[in-house]
């Protein structure tokens, strides 16, 4: 059985985001990021910033903030250099929500996706499965609880990616920021915990 961490991201929500702040000057300016390792495919308008790095992107909308790593490693020092420092040099901004998401990818070289998928996600009790015995059929589940102050979302599905047959495990740990008064706070501090997210993520997949 393989594993790996393809994508991980955290999102933000809020009223409106001063999108007109987020240029290349004031990031560079501020130590976010080194001039250097701004790409070149960088976008920066007043309403729209996408900055691509080696190591992550950060994607601003006047109603969103997604930061983005692949499965590099080192994504939770970056969390710390550069997202809690935009998030702490902002005032003002009325947050709505954050997410963390993590994306899996599990995939067994012995077995059909067919095969891995109905071993985990097939139930024989119940008569919808017993429409889905042929026509190559593929299998997968959702799964939902409290985690942490925040809301699990576990999305599973079969995808066919990068030429191979995978399970993918979309996890979303959802918090909704209803009192503007601690906002700012409540959402460093649960970015702050960042890893203890990616930790239960992993734990969860190490149960295959």
């Known amino acids: 059985m393989e594993q790996e961490l393809k994508m991980q991201s955290i999102v933000i929500l809020a009223q409106s985001f001063n999108t007109t702040i987020f240029n290349r000057y004031w990031l560079v300016n501020n130590n976010f990021v080194k001039d250097e390792d701004v790409n070149s495919n960088s976008i920066f308008t007043p309403n729209v910033t996408q900055l691509n790095t080696p190591n992550f992107s950060i994607v601003v909308v006047p109603e969103q903030l997604q930061f983005n790593g692949g499965g590099s490693y080192d994504f939770e020092n970056h969390i710390t250099t550069t997202l809690l420092g935009i998030l702490n040099a902002l005032n003002g901004v009325p947050f709505k929500a954050v997410g963390f998401n993590f994306n899996w990818l599990i995939r067994d070289e012995k077995l059909t996706i067919q095969e891995l998928t109905k071993n985990y996600f097939y139930n024989n009790n119940f008569p919808l499965f017993n429409e889905f015995q ?33 399970v993918l495990c979309n996890f979303n740990f959802h918090l909704d920021l209803v009192d503007p008064e601690t906002a700012q706070s409540q959402l460093i501090s649960l970015i702050e915990s960042w890893s203890e997210f990616k930790d239960e993520s992993k734990r969860l997949i190490n149960l295959f």
């Open 134 to 166: 042929s026509g190559n059929p593929h299998f997968g589940g959702f799964l939902s609880k409290d985690f942490s102050g925040t809301r699990m979302n576990l999305d599973i599905k079969p995808v066919h990616l990068d030429m191979v047959d995978n």
